[in-house]
């Protein structure tokens, strides 16, 4: 079966600082990836999608980057946080078709201060 | 374009009633739809989907019909428990589409 991991699952990082998100997925082969976030109270919001190693698309423009360095692993960085940054990050993988179900990591409560 | 609206939260109930959250979709195509719902602190959790009009998906006593000429995905249960509290969210998926539609999510409070 599928699993998807987070890590960490809490963090509290300084403004100003840099940021390593990590998102893996076992028992599958080349998944679609998805980061979200979630403000307090808020709903989801698609930060980015990769359909494959080194492919990267961004739904948003901000100070947050990805990169899927191999196939079922997929990193949320940045190089200086904000404090709007903090919130729920949420790591997905999409079942392929023919319905695109999503899966859903644990996720990572980031708290900038 | 694709959207999906749900019910403005929050709701709240008391244990035993009855539960409707609405959800109406504008979708190009056919699309299947899905109830997701997220437990305080969690990630989301696929809760049940239907593919084509008429089906109906059910999980944990929850049930939705795919109602294709009202496009709507209604979310109910006959008689919800407090370990229902959490927050729901309705989703469509185009065949072919590389992403999944949101709903802004309906939070629900269930009192003992």
């Known amino acids: 079966s599928q699993t998807i991991h987070q890590w960490p699952a809490t963090l509290v990082q300084p403004v100003g600082s840099p940021l390593s998100l990590e998102c893996t997925v076992e028992?599958?082969?080349?998944?679609?990836l998805y980061w979200y976030r979630q403000a307090a109270g808020r709903g989801l919001q698609l930060l980015f999608y990769s359909v494959g190693i080194g492919q990267i698309s961004s739904e948003v423009p901000q100070n947050l980057s990805a990169s899927r360095p191999q196939d079922r692993q997929f990193i949320l960085s940045s190089k200086k946080l904000l404090l709007s940054d903090s919130g729920f990050y949420l790591c997905?993988?999409?079942?392929?078709?023919?319905?695109?179900?999503?899966?859903f990591g644990p996720g990572t409560r980031l708290t900038v201060l | 374009g694709n959207s999906v609206t749900q019910m403005e939260g929050p709701v709240t109930l008391s244990e035993e009633a009855f539960l409707t959250i609405n959800c109406t979709y504008t979708?190009?195509?056919?699309?299947?739809l899905f109830w997701y719902v997220q437990y305080p602190g969690e990630g989301l959790q696929l809760l049940l989907k239907a593919t084509k009009a008429d089906d109906k998906g059910s999980n944990k006593g929850f049930e939705a019909t795919y109602r294709k000429e009202t496009t709507s995905f209604h979310l109910e249960k006959g008689s919800v428990q407090v370990s229902d509290s959490a927050v729901y969210f309705c989703a469509l998926s185009i065949q072919g589409a590389q992403k999944l539609v949101f709903g802004q999510g309906t939070r629900l409070t269930i009192n003992p």
């Open positions: 979708a190009t195509g056919y699309p299947s």
């Open positions: 997905a993988w999409i079942r392929g078709t023919p319905y695109n179900e999503q899966f």
């Open positions: 028992g599958t082969s080349n998944p679609n």
